[in-house]
């Protein structure tokens, strides 16, 4: 590549810099190198549900991606209306249906390891992949004009022009930033200034409240002991107070697919509370494995349908939801934030991943504009902090909504469920990105004085 316009560094090769890697790839003047962690770039977990927006952005990344996924798809893909989720009341012996959800767009239900490697393929001549580099830390200069320094666990160092921080959860840009914030409040452009110890307390993840106990149920068992059961006949939420559990066929129908999900009402609502005396953490580890006994403990007094479910189960794994904060900004100077680093959130929207992947897009089309170079990409980063951040931050908000409805937690009559969960949820497929693109280009072109 003759020199490049600009160079960007990816730190975390997961859902959302692979993404960002791939968007980015449809600009080959830019230099990407993404720097991940692990040996190899592996996804921990089984399956990924997109609903349809975020969808549609993945789509937006070129023909052989679009079509290599749609391969992967169990069912096909239709932007048409269908049944979501069938909402169950199953905090007695025999449950009772509250609810059908209708969403536009098939549930979009990848494997992990599928989309991952979809992915991978789809990265262009300008990306270049580390493998086994943990960053440790970053430096960048005080007025953010020179390259910035990545130091990683290993003892080398890399340069770049823009860092992105896609490390997940426990990311290490996000440390960093918020203690450069903490150290210059007055850096942060994004006009939302907090005390120092507002900043440090965004550093460490914080915990949501939230157990996920995931299994695979055999269908062949469940088929022995529940013919008709309800569980083969699509996607199902079993509510009852402070639980949660989603079921689905997967492995084209070989197994039952169980997510069921505790949560702490208290730890909940201050989970995302920017207070910097709330800060709740979950010391023991993530993820466990647990049994069946676990299971039937956890969940017991749940209707008898779900009893059979768990019965059958032969292992599975616990998995503690740990969230973010909300963050005062995803961008300082020349690094921003992206997908989980940025904004963690609980699971009762399904849109971890798809906020990833529409901060990806956003990201990559704001840096791919012709108009920006090296002199102007602090405007580009600004204008992604200022569309995006509202946007992903009330998905975060809404999700933990949703699972204060759906938990059956105080203050939620039956009787305003449908409505609510609704109400939470339809932006997920009513709605387009192009919208928020749109404004951002026109706020770029604004900064940029075009
Ligand atoms: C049990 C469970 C089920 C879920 N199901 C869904 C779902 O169905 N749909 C959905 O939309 N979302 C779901 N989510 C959320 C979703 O998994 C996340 O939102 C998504 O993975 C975020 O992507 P990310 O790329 O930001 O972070 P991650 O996927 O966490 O990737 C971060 C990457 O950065 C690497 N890394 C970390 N630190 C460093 C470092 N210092 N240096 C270099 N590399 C580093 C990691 O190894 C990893 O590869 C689920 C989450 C859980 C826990």
Redesign the pocket.
Known sequence: MSSPRFRVAV?????????LAVALSRYPDLQVDI????RS???V?A?????LR?FKVIRKLGKKLEEALLGKLPVPFSEESSTGFRFRKSDQPEGETLFDMVIRGSLI?LH?ADFQGVLLDNLGPNVKTHTS????SYSQSDDGTLANTLA??DGTTATCDILVG????????RAKMMQDLARDPTSNSSGEMRALQEYLACIEPVFSGVI?H?ALIPAEKLRAVAPSHRAFGGVYTWVAKGRVITTYPVSMGKFVNL?ANSLDESLMRSAHSIDANHHQRYDGDWVKSITKDDFLDKFEGMEKEVQTMLDLIESGNA?V?NVTKNLPTHVHGRVAL?????H??T?FL???????VEDAYMLSELLGDYRVTLATLSHALTVYDEIRRPFSTNVARLSMENGFTAGLQSGTPISDMEERVNGAWSWAWETEIDDSMDEARKLLGKRLGA
């Open positions: 730190c975390g090769g997961g859902v959302g810099g692979l993404t720097y991940e962690r692990a770039f592996s996804e977990g399956g990924i549900v997109f609903m975020p239900n992990r580099k943990r960053l440790h990683f666990e896609a490390d997940g959860v426990r990311s290490a840009v996920a995931r997510a998995w939801i992206l997908g989980d680093a940025a963690a959130m699971p399904g849109s971890g991943a798809g906020q990833a």
